[in-house]
């Protein structure tokens, strides 16, 4: 592990790294190990996977049975608006379009990754060399609760050169007392980032005590 924050300094020039510049959803990635801890696969959870499928399925369905007045057979359902359904139905939509996801094979050392914001695709294979870190950051959420402050802590992966746009392969939110540094919340990200860089062999900095901007704008 390299002590100091990210990006470092290369000849006294700050490496500044380039924001992401693709909008969408922020897909909730985990990383979990597979195959007796030879792969590392950050993917949404089964749950997440299901309930964007039942958006894009269901709302259209429910769309779709409200305005054609097939309502009339279920005469003890109460319906909503046709437009609900497909609003839900383009919620998934949108969310199937931000979907992410990429494995990391331990063994040779090689990643491939399922990269893009939108209708296009593209699977992208390469190196874990390509890696430059992995980095613990902190954003202020604009909305507090009653005597505290709500926190968003992600693990985000860079590529070294920019190389491939970053990724954010874990997050979670935190309430801190009001007062308490920012970074007081994020033990248990520290440690899974700490875990994630031992078996990548790559270096982590924890960047959880300088709060700053979400590397993934929703547009």
Request: aromatic share 8%; charged share 15%; proline share 8%.
């Amino acid at each position: 592990m390299k002590p100091g924050v990210y990006p470092p300094e290369v000849g006294g020039v700050e490496h500044r790294w380039i924001p992401r510049r693709k909008g969408g959803l922020e897909t909730p990635l985990q990383g979990r190990f597979t195959r007796e801890g030879t792969r590392l696969a950050f993917a949404p959870s089964p749950a997440y996977d299901a309930l964007v499928l039942i958006c894009l399925i269901g709302g259209p369905l429910y769309g779709l049975v409200t305005t054609m007045g097939w309502a009339i057979l279920l005469p003890n359902a109460a319906f909503g608006p046709g437009w609900v359904g497909i609003a839900v139905g383009l919620a998934g939509l949108w969310a199937a379009m931000s979907n992410e996801r990429m494995t990391v094979n331990l063994t040779d050392r090689s990643y491939r990754r399922l990269e893009g914001q939108g209708i296009v695709k593209r699977f992208v294979s390469g190196s874990l060399s390509e890696l430059d870190a992995v980095v613990l950051m902190t954003e202020v959420l604009p909305m507090g609760s009653l005597g505290g402050t709500r926190v968003m802590y992600r693990l985000v992966i860079f590529w070294r050169g920019n190389r491939q746009p970053l990724l954010i392969v874990d997050s979670e939110s935190s309430t801190i007392a009001a007062g308490a540094p920012v970074q007081s919340g994020a033990g248990r990200l520290h440690q899974i980032g700490l875990n994630y860089s031992a078996a990548m062999g790559v270096p982590f900095y924890d960047n959880a005590h300088l709060p700053g901007r979400c590397p993934l704008p929703v547009v």
